[in-house]
């Protein structure tokens, strides 16, 4: 009984110190920096006598939902709201459909080098930097330097100056956003393909089942659950935006802010002009209050369509 114990202890050690990392991660950079809410209702200011943090906080002036309005009066309030939620929604919609679609062809490419080969490669954008693809697509779309505007000089076409023209950023934000995480996703839906018994594929092959209807009634039923819980999960930032896609891959240019400006973007450059951090907190949980609610509701909608989809 004493070595059974002994042994049951040992093994409890072990998957303790393995999730110790994420939980340790988890409590300092996710529990811990909550106790900074107060900060979205005081009017922050620093003592130059006394530096300390929690002494400054605590002897800031309460200020109420006064830092929240700074989201809505704002000339610009509209403008932000509507890329942000905009942008989010094809980017879930598109988020969806693409990458199963390419999880659904890779799984039909019968040679493993091949497959192994373009999965590599759409996976590897997941790993730049913002900032990199930003530069990636200056090297296209610059002015003098880039690659498009030359060629539309050398046909005798008129040159486009992408940087202070809004019209195409829509779509070129869309496409750098795909280009970048579509791969990430595409390896998540394959992985669950990959999961599912062969025999279900042999047997509606034996009845007669195209590959489009294996697709349809075996492939996305089984997928049905990953493409609910990742639904919920990015509805639940529809509030935010990715700010290094709508910062940098912009060069930050002003002439787009109507097509490139987002809530995010919005709270960081008020930030930078007024050094308030009371607003830049009352944004931040603003959206994530906002996105808690939106997460409730797509779990309930989920959970009464499909209970088996849901988070919880």
Same mark, same amino acid.
């Given at each position: /009984?004493?070595?059974?114990?002994?042994?049951?202890?040992?093994?409890?050690?072990?998957?303790?110190?393995?999730?110790?990392?994420?939980?340790?991660?988890?409590?300092?950079?996710?529990?811990?920096?909550?106790?900074?809410?107060?900060?979205?209702?005081?009017?922050?200011?620093?003592?130059?006598?006394?530096?300390?943090f929690i002494s400054n906080l605590m002897n800031s002036?309460?200020?109420?939902?006064?830092?929240?309005?700074?989201?809505?009066?704002?000339?610009? @309030?509209? #403008?932000?709201?509507?890329?942000?939620?905009?942008?989010?929604?094809?980017?879930?919609?598109?988020?969806?459909?693409? !990458?199963?679609?390419?999880?659904?062809?890779?799984?039909?490419?019968?040679?493993?080098?091949?497959?192994?080969?373009?999965?590599?490669? /759409? =996976?590897?954008?997941?790993?730049?930097?913002?900032?990199?693809?930003?530069?990636?697509?200056?090297?296209?779309?610059?002015?003098?330097?880039?690659?498009? !505007?030359? /060629?539309?000089?050398?046909?005798?076409?008129?040159?486009?100056?992408?940087?202070?023209?809004?019209? !195409?950023?829509?779509?070129?934000?869309?496409? @750098?956003?795909?280009?970048?995480?579509?791969?990430?996703?595409?390896?998540?839906?394959? @992985?669950?393909?990959?999961?599912?018994?062969?025999?279900?594929?042999?047997? @509606?092959?034996?009845?007669?089942?195209?590959?489009?209807?294996?697709?349809?009634?075996v492939t996305l039923p089984h997928l049905r659950t990953?493409?609910?819980?990742?639904?919920?999960?990015?509805?639940?930032? #529809?509030?935010?935006?990715?700010?290094?896609?709508?910062?940098?891959?912009?060069?930050?240019?002003?002439?787009? =802010?109507?097509?490139?400006?987002?809530?995010?973007?919005?709270?960081?450059?008020?930030?930078?002009?007024?050094?308030?951090?009371g607003q830049s907190s009352a944004a931040g949980l603003?959206?994530?209050?906002?996105?808690?609610?939106?997460?409730?509701?797509?779990?309930?909608?989920?959970?009464?369509?499909? !209970?088996?989809?849901?988070?919880?």
């Amino acid at each position: /009984m004493a070595s059974n114990r002994i042994e049951k202890h040992k093994k409890t050690l072990v998957l303790l110190t393995m999730v110790a990392p994420a939980a340790i991660w988890l409590i300092l950079l996710r529990y811990l920096p909550m106790g900074g809410i107060i900060l979205a209702f005081k009017d922050y200011k620093i003592n130059p006598r006394n530096p300390s943090f929690i002494s400054n906080l605590m002897n800031s002036k309460w200020v109420g939902f006064k830092n929240f309005e700074f989201l809505f009066k704002t000339n610009g @309030a509209w #403008i932000m709201i509507r890329n942000t939620l905009a942008y989010n929604v094809v980017f879930i919609i598109l988020g969806v459909i693409i !990458p199963v679609a390419f999880a659904v062809m890779m799984n039909e490419l019968t040679r493993k080098f091949v497959r192994k080969s373009y999965q590599t490669m /759409m =996976f590897f954008p997941y790993f730049l930097s913002w900032v990199v693809v930003s530069y990636f697509l200056n090297a296209f779309l610059d002015a003098q330097y880039g690659m498009i !505007p030359a /060629m539309q000089e050398a046909a005798g076409k008129e040159v486009t100056s992408w940087y202070t023209t809004p019209g !195409p950023w829509p779509y070129l934000l869309v496409f @750098a956003n795909l280009w970048k995480n579509v791969g990430y996703s595409t390896v998540l839906y394959l @992985a669950a393909i990959t999961g599912i018994d062969a025999s279900q594929y042999e047997a @509606a092959a034996i009845d007669g089942a195209t590959k489009w209807q294996q697709m349809r009634y075996v492939t996305l039923p089984h997928l049905r659950t990953m493409i609910c819980i990742l639904f919920i999960m990015n509805v639940g930032r #529809i509030f935010a935006s990715d700010f290094g896609l709508f910062y940098n891959v912009p060069m930050q240019n002003g002439a787009l =802010f109507s097509v490139t400006q987002t809530i995010d973007t919005y709270v960081y450059r008020a930030y930078i002009a007024t050094g308030d951090p009371g607003q830049s907190s009352a944004a931040g949980l603003l959206q994530n209050v906002l996105g808690f609610v939106c997460i409730m509701t797509a779990n309930g909608i989920v959970k009464k369509i499909d !209970p088996d989809s849901s988070m919880f």
